[in-house]
């Protein structure tokens, strides 16, 4: 069991944020302004998030040295890729003296004495997280809220209540959730990722593992997801004294959603399964959810162009998640009507190469796919695979797949396609993709 970091909030008043446009980190920084604390900060480029964090007053640098940090900061936060991937800046910002944690620990700091609900998995947190807090909210429950995503209704990735009630999203990656404890733990599934972390599913496991062992009261999870059962049933078998929820017995009661997807019927159905648990009654949760818009870049319609082009854009980076959004658009648009053309760009050099064959199979259903160049973060290049190698293994697999060396190729290409009314155009990924169709379609 990880420590709990020890710091007093009250004394601090000048935070500095390393990876401040970050969507999670991002939004601990709104929490210490509204806070009426001094939140400066530094990222490599500006963005949306950035521009928000100005306006609420936050002083924020573009690029990256300790000389960017104020020398009267009393508390330094820096986003878990830098320790990993700029080894030698970590060090220096050590070498300050001033009192510095990672974006995980700072969320196990402000969640320490709060009824928190996390929301853990390899896919659906973000959805099933904004579910959950809007039916908090609806209800009247007043909770705080960190999300990995923009809550479509507030713009924002953060909420503050002012109830005891906390709901974040729980990351796996670097077993950084093992800094909350939870008193309510969602597990929406177990698969295979971040293997450029964990040495295998077992490796997995055992993370999630140690996060129930922290669960103070109850453990809602899918019984249809193997991994899932049986990691629960074996810290049942050891005689954990929280309450195991299967959210499966769940399912009937989801109401018509607003938001397409099996996927995200299996989502409310988890949603639901922590309403009982709190309390509330559940025709309020069912029209809470019906209500229910959706999250900023997952399966999100961005706009319709003059020629009747539908414009999509998606967060998908797994291909389960990448089978589950291309389902959901062909239950929106069956195939007698509409043709799907999805512009994907592969997260890492890592999860491309580890689930390659699965990747190659994860396009049944789209039409036309056009791979970008993979967005690699602060990855070392390998040359052992790529884009290109993606795309023909997608074609071998019955698919019309493309690869292109950068975006301005890509996005001549989908120019040339002279997209109308018949299409539905999607970008897909955890990187930068949505930039094709800004560039090709001039979206805002």
Known sequence: MQEKTIIDLQKIKKVFFVGIGGIGISAIARMMLLKGKEVTGSDISESGITSELKKLGADIKLGQGIELVPKDTNLIVFSIAIKKYDPEFFKKLQSLGIQILSYPEMLGVVTKDKYTIAVSGTHGKTTVTAMIAKILIDAGRDPSVIVGSLLKDYKSNFIAGKSEFFVVEACEYERSFLNIRPKILVITNIEPDHLDYYKDMADIQSAFGQLILQTGDSVVYNSNDANSHALVHEYKSNEQKNMAVDYNGYLD??????????HNRVNAA??????????????????????????????????????????????????????????????????????????????????????????????????????????FARETKDESISSGKLAEAICQNGDNAEAFADFGSAEKAVLELKLGSQDVFVTMGAGEAYKVADRVFKLP
Do not use: C
């Not at 009661?253 to 099996?262: A, F, I, N, Q, Y």
């Not at 760009?345 to 789209?366: C, E, I, M, W």
């Open 253 to 262: 009661r989801v109401p018509k959603l607003s938001v397409p997807g099996e």
């Open 270 to 375: 988890a949603t639901l399964a922590v309403a009982d648990i709190l309390g509330i009654k559940e025709d309020e949760a069912q029209k809470s959810l019906a209500e229910f818009s959706g999250t900023w870049r997952r399966l999100e319609k961005r706009g319709e162009t003059k020629n009747g082009t539908i414009i999509y854009d998606d967060y998908a980076h797994h291909p389960t998640e990448i089978r589950a959004s291309i389902q959901a658009l062909r239950e929106i648009y069956p195939t007698t009507n509409k043709k799907i053309i999805v512009v994907f760009q592969p997260h890492l050099y890592s999860r491309t190469k580890v689930l390659f064959n699965d990747f190659a199979k994860s396009f049944k259903g789209a039409d036309k796919i056009f791979l970008l160049p993979i967005y």
